[in-house]
């Protein structure tokens, strides 16, 4: 039973570490935004924060190469969670922070996919806010400095990333810059998707609740077709008693008087 045990292991260790893994999600957000929405803090500051980050990639890598040592089979883990490699992967490609940014959400998204605890809508709201938070920070990053950019605070990249997860477009703010506009492409691509699920989502419900109504009726249905056919047969076993009992001889007049 070795494969039994170590995926028990594998599974134990992912509910451990589900809660504290999101924290230090939370902690990498706030260590991303900060340097954005203050770029004059001091040095120091600048340095935590990416110490920040690193810090929360690394525990990430560290959960994924525990999970890889856990299961029973790596060759088929690896195979499984091919996001989860990418992730641990990308920033050592090119240690950017947008790259780390990407992994980070890549890794939590995945964390969060299996956490039970966590719905499908509680999910997909929170992929909305997080999109919308990164994605306004990351364009801002990147836009701000840039010679022709229209998006230079973070009211604007906020908006703009609005209209662009919900593919509306105004066209008032947009990226001028290449990497703006692969961010550009990358929000509006995980807009329609979350879109999709919200819509899916919403018709799944009203499905289950006209499939319970359905059953509820089918079930009243059987259940008045059953007392109806044993109401028939309480009246054919009146009529048969009845066809059954003796006849009471009429008395004469003499008899009565």
């Not at 999910?123 to 994605?135: E, Q």
Request: proline letters at 5%; hydrophobic letters at 50%; charged letters at 20%.
């Amino acid at each position: 039973m070795p494969g039994m045990t170590e995926s028990t292991s594998q599974h134990r260790w992912e509910q451990r570490a589900q809660a504290p893994l999101l924290a230090l999600a939370v902690a990498f957000g706030v260590a991303y935004a900060v340097p954005i929405v203050a770029p004059d803090a001091d040095h120091w500051v600048h340095a935590v924060c990416t110490a920040v980050e690193w810090t929360v990639w690394g525990a990430f890598a560290l959960d994924y190469v525990v999970r890889l040592a856990l299961a029973p089979s790596r060759r088929l883990f690896v195979r499984s969670h091919p996001l989860d490699l990418v992730a641990v992967v990308l920033p050592l490609v090119q240690p950017l922070r947008l790259l780390r940014l990407v992994s980070t959400l890549l890794l939590v998204g995945r964390r969060a996919r299996m956490a039970s605890q966590i719905t499908l809508t509680t999910y997909v709201a929170g992929s909305v806010a997080g999109l919308l938070m990164f994605g306004s920070l990351a364009v801002l990053h990147v836009e701000r400095d840039a010679p022709d950019g229209n998006i230079k605070t973070l009211g604007d990249a906020v908006w703009w990333s609005f209209t662009t997860m919900t593919t509306v477009g105004y066209g008032d703010h947009a990226p001028t810059t290449g990497l703006g506009r692969l961010l550009a492409v990358g929000l509006m691509l995980s807009g329609i998707a979350l879109l999709g699920v919200v819509t899916a989502n919403i018709a799944a419900w009203f499905i289950s609740r006209f499939e319970r109504d359905d059953k509820e009726e089918r079930r009243q249905t059987a259940l008045l077709e059953a007392l109806t056919e044993e109401v028939r047969q309480l009246r054919a076993e009146v009529v048969r008693l009845s066809g059954n009992a003796p006849a009471v001889p009429a008395q004469t007049t003499a008899e009565r008087t």
